[in-house]
């Protein structure tokens, strides 16, 4: 039990130090009731690969009645395979962050209606144009926050992502960052594009770093562009029956792509901080859906943002613990239990141990009714080894 008390006090050691204020669930949990949105804010434009202009949008999503001086950013990038689909598809997430107190948007970028027809030349300027047009929305918030900061964005936390195509146009925003790097092909659509740092606005360049990235179903074209230069953490989630993008090494759409599983065992060998999860037996569309994937993207960005531990695996091959409802009254359902579970075992955010089932089934139901509102902490125990922490909120 030390162990857990260990972990639980570093948790909140570290939300102590952090500059960003992580306490009540923040950033975890939708403590905030209702959001607000601006719609439509044109951030750019530019000319496509098929030769039109176009006007780029995002949607802005912010939680209402938020005092907070600072908030992290996280900018989604819609699926659809470089011709189809729209910055709606991310809305329903949006809005879910922005209850947990983010500043979240979902943008458009330039898309190629040919694009399963034409060349590969011009299917990698296409992604090249993706990629330029994240950088130009991230270089519109980081001129916000120099000047009038309508969004009030902490410009050290901003998070990229996206699904599919958009996962691909987050990751190489993260890892492309030396044209030498790239292959001959890939290069000469980088420099028929104007360079890596050509974005598609009238705002000045303020760069791209960016604080952690969220690939769901995405991939890169040559892992070696990850490396131990000052890159961003990566959370990968992939379905091992994906036939679109691979999982491992493979073609899509005529481009070499390496996915989920490539990026993950690359990161492992240089050391770049990565969390990857294997939603075995599933196919494209898995890393999208909710209950697969909320709560791992939750906890990808609040240990960044909070320096807090919420996952001692860092590997795992099928969903972790489900607590719900999350906040919850008087009682809560706990799921997914890993079948080697000893202990399941509740703590307070002192440490205190308040509740513990030994050799738990898949599925427990406890009752906290007599528990004060607050912090606690659910953790899964093997062998005398946290294998999962989750926070829960009891309101």
Known sequence: MNKIKNLLWLLLLAQMTSGQNCGGGRYQLPIFSNTISTKALQFGGDTNVNGNYVDLFMDVYEPIGDTAAQRPLIIWCHGGGFFAQNRTQFEDDCIENAKRGYVSATIDYRLNTNFLVTSVHNRMRTVIQAVQDLKTAISYFKNDARTINQFRVDTNLIFVGGTSAGGITAIHLAY????????????????????????????????????????????????????????????????????????????????????????????????????????????????????????????????????????????????????????????????????????????????????????????????????????????????????????????
């Open 176 to 395: 492309l960052d030396d044209i030498t790097e790239a292959s001959s092909t890939l290069a000469a659509a980088i420099l028929e594009e104007g360079g890596l740092n050509n974005i598609s606005g009238n705002l000045p360049y303020h760069g791209a770093e960016v604080a952690g990235v969220i690939s769901l179903a995405g991939a890169i074209h040559d892992v070696n562009f990850m490396n131990l230069g000052p890159q961003a953490p990566l959370l990968a989630i992939h379905g091992d029956l994906d036939v679109i993008v691979p999982f491992d090494d493979g073609n899509a759409f005529g481009i070499f792509l390496q996915g989920g599983n490539s990026m993950n065992t690359h990161a492992q060998t240089i050391g770049l901080q990565c969390t990857f999860y294997n939603l075995a037996g599933r196919g494209h569309n898995a890393p999208k859906i909710h209950n697969m994937t909320d709560e791992r993207y939750y906890d990808f960005m609040h240990q960044i943002i909070c320096g807090s531990v919420v996952s001692i695996n860092q590997h795992v091959t099928d969903a972790p613990v489900l607590t719900y409802p999350n906040p919850f009254l008087e009682q809560l359902s706990i799921t997914r239990i890993p079948e080697n579970t000893d202990y399941v075992v509740i703590t307070n955010s002192n440490g205190q141990t308040i509740k513990t089932i030994e050799n738990p089934l898949k599925y427990v139901r406890v009752n906290l009714e007599d528990e004060a509102p607050g912090v606690y902490f659910v953790a899964c125990l093997s062998a005398g080894e946290i294998m999962t922490c989750q926070k829960i909120l009891k309101q």
